[in-house]
Every structure is written in structure tokens, then in C-alpha cells.
T-cell receptor
Framework: AQRVTQPEKLLSVFKGAPVELKCNYS??????LFWYVQYSRQRLQLLLR??SRESIKGFTADLNKGETSFHLKKPFAQEEDSAMYYC????????????FGQGTTLQVKP | GAGVSQSPSNKVTEKGKDVELRCDPI?????LYWYRQSLGQGLEFLIY????????KSGLPSDRFSAERTGGSVSTLTIQRTQQEDSAVYLC??????????FGEGSRLTVL
């Protein structure tokens, strides 16, 4: 079965500290993975996707097929990073249907 | 429009009533999705429409839920005989050419 697990509901760090939001997936084929973010009072939006291999707002995520993980990292957290983060897996039917994790709330304290 | 539009933004209803939620996707986007967002449950896939193909209804939680998409554009999600466990934010998204999903602001449903 295809599944996305985000083990932390809440992650609280101080400004300037490193951040790692964990994501593990279960999928038998070649996965396509995404991170979506929802800032307070804003709509859910794409943050980054693994095939782009890019850094957005200082965040990066590396696909580790051996550990079936796609953790989101940032070396120095900023207060404006506070938001809800969802990891998502594209399903096998090539429909673009995304399977989302339960989400992690990142709280960056001043 | 500039983005995916959903209405109503908030809906409070009594248990047992029917509700309709509307989604107007980005013009030209042929794929449309409905998700349900609730505390502790993350984002739950409900249904997917692609052009004239039969919709993927595999995520609908019960036969009280249905959705249609008329003219390949606007979609309506209908919940019949609402229950308290239906309370959630219902999100609609349409898919762009790069595969990115563009979400609406959601319809918050509260069933009393």
C-alpha cells in the first residue's frame, strides 16, 4: 500500500537552529515526492519536489530510497518558516493524485 | 480567475442536513481533486476528475458523499445527511502543466 508517514505533529525550534521535518513513505515503484506548505491564513502551496533537486526558501529535501525517506531540512530556521508542512507521494496511476502525510506544524520561536 | 475558488468559505449546518460545496478551478486545468483536511488526519483524498474520463471516487468515505463536474470546469461536492464526523475543511485543487496542484482556500464545514 502507498503510505506517507510524518512522525512529528509538532516541531518547535528557536530561530537560527537547524530544522529537519521527517517524512517516510511506502511505495513499491519509483516514487515522486513533494513537500507542500500552508502558512497561517494562506492556502496550501507547493514548496518543492524531489525531481527538481532545488532549494526553496533555504529548504532542501533529498530522496533516500534505501531508507524510504524524504526529509525536509533547513540549516537556519527563520520565524517566517512557521507553518504546517505536508509531505506527499504521487500515486502509481499517473493521475497526479497525491497521498499526503498527516502534516507537521513547525513553530520557530524568536 | 487568478486561482482556485471555493464557496462557501464557511458552512454551519445541522446534523442530517445536506450540503453542497463548490469549486471553480483555474481556467484550462483539466484535472480537479477534492481533499478533506481534519486535525490529526492530514489531507485525505476524496475524488479526482480528469477531462471526460470517469472520476476516481476511491477516496469517498461513504455513499453519502458524491461529486460532479459539469462542463469540465466547476465541481460540486455534495454531502447528504451530514454527520458530526463530516466536520472538516474541504479543499479543492486543480493541476497545472508541471504537475503541481493548486489549492483553493477551502470550505470549512461544521456539523452541529
Amino acid at each position: 500500500a502507498q503510505r506517507v508517514t510524518q512522525p512529528e505533529k509538532l516541531l518547535s525550534v528557536f530561530k537560527g537552529a537547524p530544522v529537519e521535518l521527517k517524512c517516510n513513505y511506502s511505495y513499491s515503484g519509483s516514487p515522486e515526492l513533494f513537500w507542500y506548505v500552508q502558512y497561517s491564513r494562506q492556502r496550501l502551496q507547493l514548496l518543492l519536489r524531489h525531481i527538481s533537486r532545488e532549494s526553496i526558501k533555504g529548504f532542501t529535501a533529498d530522496l533516500n530510497k534505501g531508507e524510504t525517506s524524504f526529509h525536509l531540512k533547513k540549516p537556519f530556521a527563520q520565524e517566517e518558516d512557521s507553518a504546517m508542512y505536508y509531505c506527499a507521494l504521487a500515486g502509481s496511476s499517473n493521475t497526479g493524485k497525491l497521498i499526503f502525510g498527516q502534516g507537521t506544524t513547525l513553530q520557530v520561536k524568536p | 480567475g487568478a486561482g482556485v475558488s471555493q464557496s462557501p468559505s464557511n458552512k454551519v449546518t445541522e446534523k442530517g442536513k445536506d450540503v453542497e460545496l463548490r469549486c471553480d478551478p483555474i481556467s484550462g486545468h483539466t484535472a480537479l481533486y477534492w481533499y478533506r483536511q481534519s486535525l490529526g488526519q492530514g489531507l485525505e483524498f476524496l475524488i479526482y476528475f480528469q477531462g471526460n474520463s470517469a472520476p476516481d471516487k476511491s477516496g469517498l468515505p461513504s455513499d453519502r458523499f458524491s461529486a460532479e463536474r459539469t462542463g469540465g470546469s466547476v465541481s460540486t461536492l455534495t454531502i447528504q445527511r451530514t454527520q458530526q464526523e463530516d466536520s472538516a475543511v474541504y479543499l479543492c485543487a486543480s493541476r497545472g502543466l508541471t504537475g503541481e496542484l493548486f489549492f483553493g482556500e477551502g470550505s470549512r464545514l461544521t456539523v452541529l
